[in-house]
């Protein structure tokens, strides 16, 4: 992948040197020993995939070998390989090899349902329509087993595609038996979902009436004897829902132009329906914030009810942060600094940093007045996120930001001291993603890079994760090309 990524950093300047690149990487991929594909099949796509994207539209030699060698690898159906990929790479072959683009699409099954599986299976009714009828039910039996709205969702646009794109191509489109199975699994699905509702022993099936109710005609014309018993789930199912949609349809005025008063006016009056009521204070919430009455804003936040807060939490405690960071703002406006630190001190440690990141930014660096409290709140920051309780991947973008605003203030030596914790967290991450290398570009800058270029290196060359560090080093190699091609750029105006 790192060859790949070096050919598309030379092809702005030499592209027979970023050719060469792109064959080296090819290489990597074909030579790559079968046993150990087989074992490392998602770092095996992974890195393939990449490599496509790099040179499909440059080095079109290389990307034959390259697709020819998908068609033929062993190992697709490895629990571990990502099923979006596989669906992907099943369709760049569906035409010239049929077979093994339907092998592929069982593997992709197989590690998880994946959600562009429609894209093969209209492959799949235009060059095998044998295969493709296999396909579709293989995904039936998928959603019987593990039935879900986002699997019936793309069983509906697999088979009534006429549903969403207009003119769509006859020859793939699904025979009448297809479409029959099809609504024979969605219609005894939200049938039996309807029953658990009359029985409240179900929270709601909303989302799954929402993907059958389009689909009325189909039942109408092709299983008419079930168009009833259909119609009357959905009705059911999606009745809760409407009663909502019809508290806040009737007040939306209110909800777009009404004062913050009104808004709890509203939320009083719902107080028996725990949803609609939580919307209108949330709303009022952020009315408030937008209006800069942020004490106000913490005062409704405080009273919301634990069941209130639960409806969405993750709201509710971006809220509490901004309008934290709000209130901090205006007090050292007012010039009570004290103040302002002792309210985001209230914030809880899990979120803690966030506020004081919100806080920060919110002056620039070359203000004299505020440079004192801001360098003294980024330590603190810095401290508080890595003892914060929040998942990594939650609190990543707030520990690269604070990196970042190091970097601004040129504490160079702080910043690359939080990067190397930034990735030492990340190894210890129970799931850890990969790391990309557009979240490095933005955060080290040229003059910090070059102020702390060993430092950063050795913090990168700390990351466990193979494909990560080589993410995080092309993106170093990108800011020293830029560099370099800022420096061609002055000595060609130069000379």
């Not at 799931?431 to 290398?437: D, I, N, R």
Request: negative net charge; charged residues 25%; hydrophobic residues 40%.
């Amino acid at each position: 992948m790192l060859y790949a990524q070096l050919g598309d950093v030379w092809w702005k300047f030499e592209k027979d040197r970023s050719n060469a690149w792109f064959e080296k990487a090819v290489d990597s991929v074909v030579y790559y020993p079968a046993d150990d594909v087989k074992t490392n099949i998602e770092s095996f796509y992974l890195a393939t995939s990449q490599i496509l994207k790099y040179i499909s539209t440059r080095d079109q030699k290389q990307t034959d070998r390259l697709i020819k060698l998908i068609s033929e690898a062993d190992g697709i159906s490895d629990k571990n390989s990502n099923s979006e990929i596989l669906i992907e790479f099943a369709c760049l072959i569906a035409k010239s090899n049929p077979t093994r683009a339907y092998q592929i699409g069982v593997g992709a099954f197989k590690t998880k349902q994946p959600d562009n599986f429609h894209k093969l299976y209209w492959q799949l009714r235009r060059y095998s329509p044998g295969l493709a009828d296999r396909f579709i039910e293989l995904a039936l039996a998928s959603a019987a087993n593990s039935p879900n709205a986002g699997i019936f969702a793309g069983i509906k646009t697999a088979v009534f595609p006429e549903l969403s794109i207009p003119n769509f191509p006859p020859e793939a489109s699904s025979p009448a038996a297809i479409k029959t199975g099809a609504l024979n699994l969605l219609g005894d699905h939200i049938v039996k979902l309807y029953a658990k509702l009359m029985a409240n022993s179900t929270s709601g099936c909303e989302a799954e009436a929402s993907v059958i109710s389009s689909l009325r005609e189909q039942y109408s014309s092709l299983l008419p004897q079930k168009e009833p018993m259909v119609t009357q789930a959905v009705s059911a199912c999606l009745a809760k829902q409407n009663e909502a949609n019809r508290n806040l349809s009737s007040n939306s005025e209110t909800i777009k132009k009404g004062t913050i008063e009104e808004l709890l006016k509203l939320a009083d009056e719902a107080k028996d329906d725990l949803q609609v009521r939580s919307f209108y204070l949330f709303r009022a919430v952020s009315l408030a914030s937008d209006q800069e009455k942020y004490k106000l804003a913490i005062e409704i936040l405080g009273n919301m009810t634990k069941e209130e807060q639960q409806t969405d939490p993750e709201f509710w405690e971006d809220l509490q942060v901004t309008v934290t960071a709000g209130l901090a703002y205006q007090q050292f406006k007012e010039n009570d600094p004290t103040a302002a630190t002792r309210t985001l001190g209230s914030l809880p440690t899990k979120n803690r940093a966030f506020g004081e990141i919100g806080f920060i930014r919110k002056f620039s660096p070359e203000n004299i007045d505020s440079q004192d409290i801001c360098i003294a709140l980024l330590r603190e920051a810095a401290k508080d996120i890595a003892r914060s309780e929040n998942t990594f991947e939650q609190k990543s973008g707030y520990w690269f930001q604070i990196v970042k605003l190091f970097a601004n203030y040129k504490m160079y030596d702080h910043a690359s001291e939080t990067l190397k914790d930034v990735f030492l967290a990340f190894n210890k991450s129970e799931t850890p993603s990969m790391l990309a290398a557009e979240r490095l570009t933005p955060i080290v800058s040229p003059a910090f890079f070059e102020a702390q270029e060993s430092s950063i290196l050795n913090a990168v060359n700390l990351i466990d994760q193979n494909r990560s560090r080589v993410n995080v080093s092309f993106a170093l190699l990108n800011i020293v090309m830029k560099r370099y091609e800022t420096l061609r750029a002055e000595e060609s105006r130069s000379s």
